[in-house]
């Protein structure tokens, strides 16, 4: 009598197909939370979820911008940076030439010495505006026309509700109220220590101005010579007086714009931080 033994086949086996296919789905599984670990990205691909992936890619792409905007922003408070160090050691050296005009009031004094000292003060203040550069960038020196619509920093990265794009930026306003935000001015009346208006606006009889542009010389530079009358010192004063509060004010505006870039960047650091979190 003969006895038969049942095989059963695993490909038949349910059990065993059953066991086989949660083994599967369980080793699926930890390898996407391994991709998750390692990535941080629950959507790595368009298959996992396509209107996440679509956002995801977005917001990549708005952080790389962002990153750009960083940069951006640091070569602006650099160049911000630049121009109030500038600005505040030239307000110290116009102050000093005060101080020089106000002691050659005094009598017995020798105006070519002390116009000697004024000169070298000059030339410091030339110096110092000159070498108030960043990357070819002088906020303290009009050149031409074209520098009038004053410099820009990329302050920011930002899409609108309809996905459209807008960079944002602040500028530098170099002419204020008749052009006094920067020092110099190489071609026309604007500037600080370029500029008439400021002997205009204390009645001088003179037209003084600290220094001549390179290619604007028709106005009287304070200068002393033996001839020089007190009231024509005295006006001096008051000139070099109006030039240091314009001086101050432009500081001012320097300091106002270099926090305001700083907060900008700060503020662009935290949303790309939140967008690579996303």
């Not at 009598?1 to 049942?6: D, T, Y």
């Not at 105006?111 to 030339?123: Q, S």
């Not at 920067?182 to 370029?194: C, M, Q, R, Y």
């Not at 009645?203 to 010579?225: F, P, S, Y």
Request: glycine share 6%.
């Amino acid at each position: 009598m003969s006895s038969e033994v049942a095989v059963t086949s695993i490909i038949t086996n349910t059990g065993a197909v059953s066991a086989v296919d949660h083994l599967r789905a369980i080793s699926a599984a930890r390898t996407d939370k391994q991709q998750e670990v390692a990535t941080g990205l629950r959507v790595k691909e368009a298959k996992d979820n396509s209107a996440y992936w679509s956002i995801a890619t977005i917001m990549k792409s708005d952080t790389r911008a962002l990153s750009a905007a960083r940069d951006a922003l640091d070569f602006g408070t650099a160049a911000a940076d630049t121009a109030s160090l500038g600005m505040k050691m030239a307000i110290d050296v116009v102050d000093e030439i005060k101080k020089k005009l106000l002691n050659s009031l005094e009598r017995g004094i020798s105006h070519d010495k002390v116009n000697y000292e004024i000169t070298e003060l000059k030339e410091e203040l030339r110096s110092l505006a000159e070498s108030s550069n960043f990357n070819g960038v002088n906020w303290l020196i009009r050149k031409s026309a074209a520098d009038d619509r004053g410099p820009e920093v990329v302050s920011g990265f930002g899409r609108s509700a309809d996905g459209t794009v807008a960079v944002q930026t602040l500028t530098f306003d170099r002419q204020a109220d008749y052009g006094t935000n920067h020092l110099i001015d190489e071609d026309s009346n604007t500037g600080i220590l370029t500029n008439a208006t400021f002997a205009t606006d204390v009645g001088a009889a003179t037209d003084w101005v600290l220094i001549h542009g390179k290619n604007q010389t028709l106005h009287t530079e304070i200068a002393l010579t033996a001839s020089t009358t007190q009231d024509q010192i005295e006006e001096m004063v008051k000139v070099t007086d109006q030039m240091l509060l314009a001086m101050t004010d432009a500081s001012a505006d320097l300091g106002s714009l270099a926090a305001r870039i700083g907060m900008q960047k700060d503020f662009a650091y935290d949303l790309g931080a939140s967008n690579t979190k996303g």
